[in-house]
């Protein structure tokens, strides 16, 4: 399968759009008009289609197969979330156009505020986030803002982060100024209480837990672990990331949780979209709610009013332009509407029995780090299985390709070694997990058998073989640059 | 439930496999409250769904309905079927980040298409695969020039779009890192330069400013340089790059806009997609991904994520920011709207916009009470007007007609209530400036 | 041009390759008038060409704006996103006839999935691929009948829709044949069974038949088979299926419909979808595209079309009929919405109908001056009216209601002037018979 | 690529549509409720999505690839269209709603005809036929009701067709009773008026001519034929398959002609759709127009009516339920719009300039029938250059689909031996024709050099390999009935 660049195949005449030339005017430009060749090849309409028709071909996607990635969560997209994201009344609408004429968009972030707060119990939403990393980064920023108001800015510097974190956590905390002070997780692959003890004090900010934890396994501790964290002065935030093992089952307010991200697409089926966009709108507790950034969702009787102050309250602020990810947000609440909270619940449920039984039928062949316990919705093992066999984690990855699925996620959490964490979503049918193990198997025992050139090879019949990453990244050829290559 | 496909024979045959009884038992460690503690609604089907979701749309006024002129960093321009049709095939929507390159070369080689457009408009050497929006990639651009002078203060124009100064100003305060910010510069008339030395990291200039007027970067530029400061530039309608002198030839070192108005609809605000443009040198300090060329197994030309050391997943506490989510459907449909237009499709588009905004122009300074305030602009401009311009917008609304954005709208408190900023795009037909021209002298 | 890829350059190029110096020399057989003959219009952008027939599109009433109530062979029903989607990939709107089969198995196989749907929904042994629609395939099923019994007279029953007798008619009337037809038969009255005799080639009764009644066909199937004739048996409503008993259980050899109400759009009466099924025996008198089960040359299993030497291709003149163009597209979208449906979604669905109509029913039999006629019904009934119908029809639409279909509109001249014919489907809300009950009383 | 089968897949009591079960009610069905089971498993959404996303891609279509079939004219369909063609005030009125509430769509309707009838030079527009065959027989029943309005119906029988014509011009004239007699084409590939001449004569209804003919040749005749059979007292009824060679060029109605089905996706880039809908309106002479079908559309100033009487006028009936395929005019529409007068001409000469390019770079290599002439719109060789090469025309076809063509159109026309009949139409970039020309220039090297071998085994890199059709037929499998194979 190839397909040349566009910048191969485009003419600087050609266009795809009829646009009229405009009749000749004095033009406005101040003397600054763009003089030299811009570099921007045009294809037309017929050619267009065929070069993007043809270049989604080399994409694999959750509706041609299985995605089993762990904690990414590549779930069912449904269509209907896509056609009323595209409604004129909220497509074509302006951020900035008078509040009088949006009232029922702002009633949908309302509604979407309602949603998210009654299955986290906390007390006000955050909706500007643009992802959950950015969601992250609004967090701690509230929580920083929380401690300058308690005029601790100079004292607390520490955040508590946990080994199997995602790398997000680190890079957020410390792009705001904080210390991380990592937290050992148990034999058991949970965060123990008495570790969170011995680490917390009159210096740490905030402690930063995933629950379900990156090992797919339930923070039991995580009631005792806020109590210390908050007696101790700091905050608790945790990283939605996994919520959707627990949504409509158990609320993360409850645990003592003052700052959730939550990543609209992994638990409520915004599409991925090849990396973003994502949403990440952020839920606060009571202790964090007067620090939320603007804008702010006010209901005013029948009225509904988006303050958009910077100065408004105790709020921390903007952290970008307008008010969030409209478009997502639609979606979302397309999909919880869809499911209501009794569907929500049985999601979660689904993705839970499905990554154990995925777990219990792969018991055997594979290793797992913690031993055979039960997980939440997604199931880590290990490569110790592989040892001698001279098959690596990435080599198995790349020949589940050959076999027509994308792999699972492959050495993350780093705590595992040559992690593989299989994540099956609740959208997929028996049927077709069955498929999914019987295939992990037959891979699994050839590798065990020797065959470890199949591994080597793989993929063979992907649109390309494996990619030189290292050529890549010595001599970073970032742009297309005129026939060179 | 329609998403869901197991069945209940299904789930037994599950759990006896699992060696549970019950679902629940999975969920011991959880504690977790019982599903009736959740006050939400039961589901839906897809028609009452709709009914929901679509009375809550007909409650607002769209754009296309009514003679529209808002800008102020979200345009609206017209997108070809032909973007939205491919932008929801199956294997962009619902593929994942290309980690796996060898079932991915679909989104990794439009990432690079998109590289190559975006570093094209701005005149820049290289190009990321995109950022979240405007606003956070202008942020951004900020830290990645501390990074780069290892110095932490940076020095804001007044015609910095008012939200990308208010995030450039909360990331730096939470980061403990100093901004100065000039005042509003309504007719592009800042002294920016005598105000750099050698404790800047960076100058970010917009251009079109967010008052409409075009401004000449060079003069900044070299000042920023002989002082050891780099040049941020702006823009938040790439369109008006298909007209105007960009950046890169202006000696801007990092250039940072706004790509919604490229194949991207209002959205009341988002999802939009960021563009972010520098030189080679300071690539490995660049937020956001990267794609890069390399070869196959069998020597055959592929693409790949690079250069992730930067990248929170390798560097953790030490990356170069925490994004780990661009724009990816966004930027796609930049990508094909671009590639759709072209250089001839895109020149002729921002000549239209220019004629249109200066027809528009000519008419409505002819309005007592009106006073246009711009030497130059590219599709937007800034009015005076009589009285309160955010009550006047509300009176146009009652009329039918989305007149602009008040500029206190977005710079409360600034004495500025009487200042409105008009856009004028393609989409403007001679009835719409009429109806415009109309209800303005009867507003008034 | 935005659709055309060739630009001046290549042009001049390719003539060149030709060997003629100006395009109008390969015209020159033509003796073409000059393209300035030609009063019609320059061309449109496409925001222009969406303004355009967005103003169309704005001069008519949706169903979907109104409470709705019209039947009478086309039916409102919600078709998923998904379906409407999936009809549009790329693979499915763009490809061609699968005459190249190992390069078009993605149609064939939802082909054999859509015979295999309709033969069960019918319960008949064998559909075929899709006719144009319900009308045309039902005067296919006469021309079909006269091919088998080699007779020329086909009886029509007073409950067929009367666009489906008046295509029979015309059919038959310009290839000299001949139809009888009975009289429009509200109440499925009509003795069908003392007019069979051994001239006839087929019965054509329609279940639910035009006024809404359900009919039992056991009766005129046997007296039909004793006779040597054939039953068709027609619907209209593909979705009563999921609840009445199907023809092929009362012993109807071919079965014809319209499935336009699963998976398709009303669209003003077309594109639709007819379905055409019967007894195995007959297949090969059946017209229509056929696709087949067989294997490839490494014995895997594959999907063809076949018995084409029925068709005009191979046999010209002797082809059992005219038909080269199915309704691919929309059988697909009648496939994806019977699989998404399954057997349980349909049964469902079509109780919900009838819940609704019979709700409906009782709440209108209660308003002075409307008498509901019919003893059965799926979900559409007759009413007798005070006054004329189609006067009421109007006068309700202007009260924004869409009620029924007056039948003088499809039976002029013939009396009927005060009934009306009303449909109700899952879409209509309690709020929806309100309304038409209140404008109802109102309106007479 | 392999996917089951639904039936194999799903489960009677699984669906993808959330339906509210009613409260128990009284029935009306008078003893006539469904008892057995039906027999229509169900998928859940997202498996129904991944069942049909995955079938597609075992489709070619003209979105991934050239489609150079000649005379089947697969060209760039407009997504425009489509987004048009779904306006709620098109897709979602009812063909019966009273008629002041869809006069917007009449207003489609009157402008579509006044489209054809400005590029035809023709009276009157028949606008229900469903297809291009179901024109062909509402063209032939306006003949045969106007030759009965002379009271000649017992001695008019005969309908003259060439050899060339495509099947449905003898089938349709069958199907209305007429006796069909053959025409002969001389060694130039066109019909000549002096063998017309001498087939004509009272008792001819009508002659049915292509033109451009499908051997691709424009009938250069055409004026004097038509002349001779108006003049015997017939009519001529030209089959409009190709008018995408001349439209915006030359009027149907200049050279005679009485009746014209128009395929609206040859010209007017409907979507082929794998086999339909399709839409074939009939421009009618202003001889015929008075026996148009029902319904026949009228302005009555500002309003537009729809009548639907079948005793209308000398109108010979209806051919079909309702008013025609208004979601193919809607597109067609469109596509007139976007390129106006000149664009539509713009087209057609960039097809035929297209078709002659290729034959000019296939000259040499493949033989043609009737010489090296210019041609319309479509190229016709013959297999004469492949004689004892061990590969036929078959072969030569399935080797191009691994080249990743589809196949030109082959053996059609009859009258070429071994026919391989090419249209690459307007929507093709010089690049892609030369890409074309010179994967078949090398194919056909490979031909005449020996590698028989490659040809026979082909194609080797489609989804299936050559399927056995003679299996299907002698034993047809129809349906899926339950595990059978």
């Known amino acids: ?43 037309s309409e017929p050619e267009t289609l065929r070069h993007y028709v043809r270049l989604s071909r080399m994409n694999y ?249 910077v100065e408004y309250g105790q709020g921390f602020g903007r952290i970008a332009a307008f008010h969030g990810q409209m478009g997502m947000f639609v979606r979302a609440l397309a999909y919880m509407l869809s499911h209501g909270g009794d569907g929500l619940a049985q999601a979660s449920r689904d993705a839970v029995l499905s990554a154990n039984y995925v777990r219990a039928k792969l018991r055997g062949l594979m290793s797992a780090p913690y031993g055979d316990r039960i997980c939440m919705h997604e199931v880590l093992f290990d490569d110790a299985w592989l040892s001698g066999s001279g098959v690596t984690t990435l080599d198995f990855a790349k020949a589940m390709i050959d076999e027509g699925y994308h792999p699972m996620t492959i050495y993350f959490p780093l705590v595992a070694h040559g992690a593989m964490l299989i994540e099956p979503t609740e959208s997929e049918s028996k049927a077709s997990l069955d498929l999914f193990i019987a295939t992990l198997r037959r891979l699994g025992e050839k590798a065990l058998s020797g065959e470890s050139e199949l591994f080597h090879a793989a993929p063979r019949y992907a649109p390309r073989r494996r990619l030189d990453e290292t050529l890549a990244a010595r001599k970073p050829v970032l742009r297309w640059e005129g026939g060179a290559t | 439930m329609r998403y869901h496909p197991l069945t209940d024979s299904d789930r037994a045959a599950m759990l006896a496999a699992v060696g549970v009884a019950d679902v629940d038992e999975l969920f011991a460690d959880t504690s977790a409250a019982p599903a009736s503690g959740f006050a939400l609604p039961p589901g839906k089907s897809e028609l009452e769904v709709e009914r929901h979701l679509s009375r809550l749309a007909a409650r607002n006024l769209p754009a296309g309905q009514v003679p529209f002129f808002i800008g102020a960093g979200a345009y609206r321009h017209h997108v070809p079927a032909s973007v939205d049709h491919l932008i929801q095939r199956s294997e962009f929507l619902t593929s994942y980040t290309p980690y796996q390159p060898e079932i991915s070369q679909g989104t990794l080689q439009y990432l690079f298409e998109f590289q190559t457009q975006v570093a094209a408009l701005a005149a820049m050497e290289v190009a990321n695969a995109s950022m979240y929006d405007g606003s956070t ?95 941020v530039a702006v823009f938040t309608e790439a369109v008006s790059l298909g007209l105007v002198t960009p950046p890169g030839e202006m000696g801007a070192d990092i250039v940072v806009g706004e790509g919604q108005s490229i194949g991207n609809a209002l959205s009341f605000g988002g999802p939009y997609v960021g563009l972010f443009a520098t030189r080679r040198e300071f690539v490995r300090q660049m937020p956001g991904r990267l794609c890069g060329e390399t070869v196959d197994a ?51 588009l921002a000549r239209r916009n220019h004629a249109n905004a200066v027809a528009l122009r000519n008419m409505l300074r002819e309005i007592p ?61 001679d009835e719409d400036r009429a109806a415009l021209v109309a209800e303005l002298k009867g507003a008034l």
Chains 1, 4 share one sequence.
């Open chain 1, 1 to 43: 399968m190839e397909e040349p660049l566009l910048f191969e195949i485009g003419r600087p005449e050609t266009s795809g759009v009829d646009v009229e030339e405009p009749e000749p005017f004095e033009d406005c430009l101040g003397g600054l008009e763009r003089q030299r060749p811009i570099g921007l090849p045009g294809l």
């Open chain 1, 61 to 309: 996607s959750i509706d041609a197969g299985m995605y089993p990635l762990g904690s990414c969560t590549m779930k069912h997209n449904p269509r209907l979330n896509e056609k009323m994201a595209r409604l004129a009344g909220f497509a074509d609408i302006h951020p900035l156009q008078p509040q009088s004429t949006v009232q029922g968009a702002l009633e949908a972030m309302e509604q979407l505020t309602h949603w998210l707060l009654t299955l986290t119990n906390m007390e006000a939403l955050a909706l500007s986030p643009k992802a959950g990393a950015h969601g992250e980064i609004c967090g701690l920023m509230a929580i920083k803002s929380a401690i300058a108001a308690r005029g601790e800015t100079a004292t607390r510097k520490i955040v508590l982060v946990p080994q199997s974190a995602h790398g997000t956590n680190p890079a957020s905390a410390a792009l705001l100024g904080f210390e991380v002070r990592s937290v050992p997780a148990g034999d058991d692959g949970i965060v123990h209480a008495e570790d969170v003890a011995s680490a917390v004090g009159p210096d740490v900010a905030a402690i930063m837990l995933t629950n379900p934890n990156t090992c797919g396994l339930f923070e039991r501790d995580i009631g005792r672990i806020a109590k210390l964290v908050r007696e101790a002065g700091g905050y608790f935030y945790c990283d939605g990331a996994n919520l959707n093992a627990i949504a409509g089952l158990a609320r993360p307010g409850d645990f003592g949780v003052d700052a959730m991200h939550i990543n609209l697409h992994k638990t409520f089926s915004t599409p991925h979209g090849g990396g973003g966009p994502g949403a990440g709108p952020v839920a606060l507790s009571a202790r964090l709610a007067p620090f939320a950034p603007a804008p702010v969702l006010i209901r005013k009787g029948e009225k509904l009013e988006l303050n958009e102050d």
């Open chain 2, 137 to 231: 990639g202008c942020a951004e651009a900020m830290l990645m020039a501390h990074r780069i002078t290892k110095r932490r203060k940076a020095l804001l124009s007044g015609g910095l779009h008012p939200h990308y100064a208010e995030v450039a100003r909360t990331v730096a305060r939470l980061a403990e890192d100093e901004v100065v910010s000039l005042a509003p510069d309504i007719v592009a008339q800042e002294d920016i330069v005598s105000r750099v030395d050698d404790s800047i990291s960076c100058v970010i200039v917009q251009t079109p400013d967010f008052f409409g007027n075009l401004r000449d970067l060079r003069a900044v530029a070299e000042t920023c340089h002989r002082h050891g400061a780099l040049l």
């Open chain 2, 298 to 348: 069998d020597g055959r030309r592929g693409f790949v994520l690079t250069l992730s050391t930067r990248e929170q997943h390798i560097r953790r506490d030490k990356a170069t920011s925490n994004i780990c989510t661009n724009s990816g459907l966004c930027a796609l449909a930049f990508n094909i709207h671009m590639t759709l237009l072209g250089e001839a499709g895109l020149r002729r």
């Open chain 2, 369 to 429: 009470g009106v006073e246009p305030l711009n030497r130059s602009f590219f599709n937007e401009f800034t009015l005076r007007v009589k009285g309160d311009a955010a009550e006047l917008v509300e009176r146009l609304a009652a009329r039918g007609v989305l007149a602009g954005a008040p500029v206190s709208r977005l710079i409360p408190n600034a004495g500025l209530d009487d200042l409105l900023l008009v856009a004028s795009t393609e989409i403007n037909t």
